[in-house]
Nanobody
Framework: QVQLVESGGGLVQAGGSLRLSCAASGRTSSNFNMGWFRQPPGKEREFVAG????????YYADSVKGRFTISRDNAKKTLYLQMNSLKPEDTAVYYC???????????????WGQGTQVTVSS
């Protein structure tokens, strides 16, 4: 089992920045591929960014490419999402996820956090 706890969400004005963190515990989390998803109000959960277990490759949704950066610190068992130039359409609950095999943009991940709210005001 892997437990994931997100933090760092909040209210920010358009154009601002936030950094989300996801603390992992349990099974050797450094072996897992990690990702961020979000679920806007009234919409389905969608892929935001992913990173392989060796941090050898990153993946981004087109909507966040160039504005968001995913990173991980395996020594601290923490995943990050640096979000810059935020837009009102980035408003959503953001979820951290862990996957044993590879990175996928679908929601078929093995473990999920409880989510953290990000609200971007115009």
């Amino acid at each position: 089992q892997v437990q994931l706890v997100e933090s760092g969400g909040g209210l920010v004005q358009a154009g601002g920045s936030l950094r989300l963190s996801c603390a992992a515990s349990g099974r050797t989390s450094s072996n897992f591929n990690m990702g961020w998803f979000r679920q806007p109000p009234g919409k389905e959960r969608e892929f935001v960014a992913g990173i392989r277990n060796g941090a050898t490759r990153e993946y981004y949704a087109d909507s966040v490419k160039g504005r968001f950066t995913i990173s991980r610190d395996n020594a601290k068992k923490t995943l990050y999402l640096q979000m810059n130039s935020l837009k009102p359409e980035d408003t959503a609950v953001y979820y951290c996820a862990a996957r044993i095999f590879g990175v996928t943009t679908t929601t078929s991940w093995n473990y999920w956090g409880q989510g953290t709210q990000v609200t971007v005001s115009s």
